[in-house]
């Protein structure tokens, strides 16, 4: 599969078999991260592997849950798909670096550029593990400041995303997209 073709055929997927993933294809799916861009090559990104039921049982109890118009509390979809998965990679990022001066001054009005940073290497992933027939769903929507103490991650550090690495059990359809003329313009903002 090239990279066009990766980039446009990738979908969240939220179910999955309980089918295992071998080492091999997590390596490959970790080092498609590993070469991500990064502000200065800082690379400020990283990767903790949960292989672990009960950690990742904790883990998907951080996500948050959602309340519908009838009053119902829902569970995100993003719980169960982190229990059935056999792999959860959890993405976090040394503070300070990305976007900072040697003193940690950040250099740009964004501040701390490690979101950035860290969205080139979970892209990166993302589309590695497609391109491997597997599925991935990045998860935003959870109390990271829980998640990272029960993963460990110490002081500087963010944890910033996490997503299920699995088999897809489902085939969602492509979503629309935006005519390029509506995105993209010519010399100035607006100019099409």
């Known amino acids: 599969m090239d990279a066009l073709e990766a980039i446009k055929t990738r979908r969240s997927i939220r179910k999955y078999k309980s089918t295992p993933v ?34 990742k049982a904790e883990v998907a109890d951080t996500l948050s849950r959602f309340k519908r118009p009838d009053g119902v509390i829902v569970e995100n979809a993003g719980m169960k798909a982190i229990n059935t998965v056999p792999v959860l990679i959890v993405v976090c990022a040394q503070m300070g670096r990305s976007g900072c001066r040697p003193d940690g001054e950040t250099v740009t009005d964004k501040g701390d550029w490690y979101m950035f940073d860290t969205a080139l290497a979970v892209q990166n992933m993302v589309l590695a ?19 990272a103490a029960i993963l460990g991650v110490p002081a500087g550090y963010s944890l910033v995303t996490l997503f299920p690495l699995g088999v897809p059990d489902e085939e969602p359809k492509i979503r629309p997209r935006k005519e390029l003329s509506e995105i993209a313009f010519y010399d100035k903002f607006g100019v099409e």
């Open 22 to 55: 071998d080492d091999k294809a997590v390596q490959a799916v970790l080092e498609a991260g590993r070469w991500a861009p990064s502000w200065a090559n800082t690379q400020c990104w990283r990767f903790i592997v949960v292989r672990d039921s009960k950690i």
């Open 129 to 147: 593990a497609h391109a491997l027939g597997l599925g991935t769903v990045i998860i935003g929507a959870f109390d990271a400041p829980r998640a």
